[in-house]
């Protein structure tokens, strides 16, 4: 006795099981579309080098306290995720991995945010080195634009130093690093102008763990902000880590609005830095 036929929708399911069978091998096969460079091959990377990607921006953060309520890699998380969508705007960069350790004060005694446990500092000497290293080393790979993007007020200086003392060493090359200061500037100031515009007071505002920087993290990365305390909470102040704000009233729609200048700014300036070299 004959089989039966298949049936149309037998037949499309076949056809579609068939086509993800032939397709698959062609899908693992395609490199990442990621713009961070440790989600790469070293071949993969070569690639997009040899196609243009020849801007690298390196995510500089930093192990401080932020507080009782703020995770203490509030600044990691930023540089990266800000970073990301930085090199996503441009469309030709790569991001690199984040430097995590900066310098944070003295240890011996402590000072500053070394009071606070988990905060972790370096020297400036350390810090700057291993900044010089990082640059150098993508340049040996082909990278002609190293930004150094610093999430973190205290270490500002030093990457100016950085900045003058390598473009003096790469003088008549084609490589330049930048640190733009419009990335630091559009998440102090700038962030601060648009608060206010908003109704909100200094003394909210802050400077460090107070209104601003609360509701960046919350826009960037929600989980870091133990936000069932915060609500719940009397005001913080200098000796609960909170500088001169008061972080109660944060929100990630707050936030946002300074995530939306810094990259816009950054984007803006990286390109300006780039059409002058």
């Not at 899908?27 to 070569?46: G, I, K, M, S």
């Not at 729609?253 to 200048?261: E, I, K, P, T, W």
């Amino acid at each position: 006795m004959p089989k039966p036929s298949l049936t149309r929708r037998s037949c499309r399911q076949l056809l579609a099981f068939t086509l993800l069978l032939l397709l698959a091998p062609l899908a693992c096969a395609q490199p990442p579309r990621t713009v961070l460079l440790q989600d790469l091959t070293w071949t993969e990377l070569r690639d997009r080098i040899q196609s243009g990607s020849t801007t690298i921006i390196i995510p500089i953060g930093g192990t401080e306290q932020s507080g009782p309520y703020v995770a203490l890699g509030k600044h990691n998380a930023r540089a990266a995720w800000l970073s990301q969508k930085i090199a996503e705007g441009l469309g030709n960069a790569l991001v690199a991995p984040v430097i995590a350790y900066v310098p944070e004060g003295s240890y011996a005694p402590p000072s500053g945010h070394m009071r606070f446990p988990g905060t972790i500092t370096v020297p400036d000497a350390a810090f700057e080195q291993v900044l010089e290293a990082a640059a150098n080393s993508f340049a040996v790979h082909g990278f002609r634009h190293i930004v150094l993007l610093g999430d973190h007020g205290g270490y500002q200086k030093d990457l100016q130093r950085v900045v003058a003392h390598l473009n003096k060493r790469w003088a008549g090359s084609a490589t330049r690093v930048f640190a733009p200061p419009e990335y630091y500037a559009a998440s102090s100031s700038g962030y601060d102008k648009i608060l206010r515009r908003q109704g909100f007071r200094d003394d909210e505002i802050g400077t460090h763990a107070g209104l601003a920087d609360t509701s960046l993290q919350l826009a960037v990365a929600p989980q870091m902000v133990r936000v069932d305390r915060l609500h719940g909470a009397g005001k913080p102040d200098a000796a609960d880590g909170v500088y001169g704000g008061d972080p109660r009233r944060a929100t990630a729609a707050l936030g946002q609005l300074g995530v939306d200048l810094i990259v816009r700014q950054t984007i803006q300036a990286i390109r300006k830095d780039i059409r002058e070299h």
